[in-house]
């Protein structure tokens, strides 16, 4: 393998960025200035920029609201060439995720390629929930 298909290999490996915060309000600045960042970085246009914000922070929003108190959020954000990836989970009291029929839900469904939830017993706390909310988009021109 030359030099150029190992530089080529290398740049087409998925690279993400992981961050966990507490599940509060506050800490929704911080999750947009992460995405942001990582999307810019991933050469997205900022449309596009503005609307990953905006849908992470629909998401990181519905699942503070059902956070165990005292929990926290994980936040994974990935990219490769042309697609950005973000999951958001949290120890939530409900086992039904996010209320799929909210605006913000529409948003995210509007604004995104893809979204999924799953829903999981929590092992560590009793009564919660592990929700994970993933979306995914795919830069304009590149479907």
């Not at 490996?13 to 992981?18: K, L, P, V």
């Not at 922070?57 to 936040?75: F, G, K, R, Y």
Request: hydrophobic residues 45%; proline residues 3%; contains cysteine.
């Amino acid at each position: 393998m030359d030099l150029n298909e190992k530089a080529s290999a290398i740049s087409a490996r998925t690279r993400t960025m992981a961050i966990r915060v507490r599940a509060d309000f506050e800490e929704l600045a911080m999750l947009r200035a992460v995405a942001e960042t990582i999307a810019l970085v991933a050469d997205f246009g900022i449309d596009e920029v503005t609307d990953i914000r905006l849908a992470l922070e629909e998401v990181a929003t519905a699942l503070i609201q059902d956070a165990v108190p005292e929990s926290e959020l994980d936040c994974t954000i990935g990219y490769r060439d042309a697609t950005m990836e973000i999951r958001v989970s949290a120890i939530t009291t409900s086992d039904s995720g996010p209320d799929q029929h909210a605006i913000g839900w529409h948003i995210v469904s509007t604004l995104t390629d893809s979204v999924t939830v799953a829903v999981d017993p929590s092992a560590d706390i009793p009564d919660g929930y592990r929700t994970n909310v993933t979306f995914r988009w795919t830069r304009d021109g590149d479907q």
